[in-house]
């Protein structure tokens, strides 16, 4: 069990590194500088583990990509009950302080369980020839504000080499409060793209192609995010440069240039978080926009 720490803990990040190094004898990288503005979690992986073969762009194949940076340490305490299934069947405290807030965020191994879950939805049945092994993922647990400005659990199947950052990420998303509807694995939706987007949901993997091609999305390799996507639209355009606009629905959110709630945009914290952490935002494309999209390639 892998997990994050703040607050108080953060002050012990010297004595905690020693003890790992003698009780572990393992080898790690430096953490990312903190925002000194906000409190910040430990890293905790002690592994990162390339995907395998450089995956390719996703959906607009001339969006760059960035090599994560993210430091690493163990954590072994024990953590709360995964989130799979309905968010409401695991409650959490109405308040929370952010020494209490931060152990709701970590990540592990993919459970034998959760394995069988998505197989055959998220990830295919037939693993013969698959780039990613269930080894490269990890079941990646946080909390959320929805958009009634409650707290809520959220979970995530990410690969291993970003889930430092995402944990990261997502915990000072919290700590400001930034509404994100809901974080549910796609297998929730069938491992269908649309109606996960349809739904608004904020997601991660998904083994699947780029749409309307045959290479890998970046989102199979759990290297890629999609934030708020009904308010943060896909947006391609056919040869007379007439607009395409996924999921349904998110028409009305297609002009950037328009005021309205959850748009992620240059001076949106999300993206400047994600930016920091080296990811590249799909809505700086040149020949399609993807404003909910970040993504990484190792």
């Given at each position: 069990m892998e997990k994050i720490y703040g607050g108080k803990a953060i002050r012990l990040l010297g004595v905690s590194i020693a003890l790992c190094l003698l009780t572990w004898g393992c080898s790690r990288?430096?953490?990312?500088?903190?925002?000194?503005?906000?409190?910040?979690?430990?890293?905790?992986d002690t592994q990162t583990p390339s995907p395998g073969s450089e995956p390719s762009g996703e959906k607009d194949p001339s969006g760059d990509a960035q090599t994560s940076t993210g430091g690493e340490s163990p954590g072994k305490e024990n953590a709360p009950e995964g989130t799979f299934g309905p968010q409401d069947a695991y409650p959490i405290p109405e308040t929370l302080s952010s020494e209490e807030a931060v152990e709701y965020f970590y990540y592990e191994p993919l459970s034998q369980e959760l394995k069988d879950?998505?197989?055959?939805?998220?990830?295919?049945?037939?693993?013969?020839?698959?780039?990613?092994?269930?080894?490269?993922?990890?079941?990646?647990?946080?909390?959320?504000?929805d958009f009634e400005g409650k707290p809520a659990r959220g979970e995530l199947i990410c690969n291993r080499a970003i889930a430092q950052d995402l944990a990261e990420i997502f915990y000072e998303l919290y700590q400001n409060a930034y509404p994100i509807e809901k974080v549910r694995l796609i297998d929730a939706y069938g491992g269908n793209d649309e109606l996960s987007m349809e739904d608004?949901?904020?997601?991660?993997?998904?083994?699947?192609?780029?749409?309307?091609?045959?290479?890998?999305?970046?989102?199979?390799?759990?290297?890629?995010?999609?934030?708020?996507?009904?308010?943060?639209?896909y947006i391609t355009?056919?040869?007379?440069?007439?607009?395409?606009?996924?999921?349904?629905?998110?028409e009305a959110y297609a002009d950037r240039s328009a005021d309205f709630p959850y748009k992620i945009d240059r001076e949106d914290l999300c993206y400047q978080l994600f930016t920091r952490h080296g990811f590249t935002w799909g809505g700086s494309w040149h020949s399609s926009q993807d404003y909910q999209h970040f993504q990484m390639t190792p």
């Open positions: 990288q430096p953490a990312p500088s903190p925002d000194p503005s906000l409190p910040r979690p430990l890293p905790v879950a998505i197989t055959g939805v998220s990830y295919p049945a037939d693993a013969a020839d698959l780039i990613v092994t269930y080894e490269d993922l990890v079941h990646l647990h946080i909390l959320h504000y608004n949901n904020t997601s991660c993997f998904n083994y699947r192609v780029v749409e309307g091609t045959s290479h890998l999305s970046n989102h199979a390799y759990g290297l890629a995010v999609d934030i708020n996507p009904l308010y943060n639209p355009y056919d040869k007379d440069h007439n607009p395409h606009v996924s999921p349904a629905g998110g």
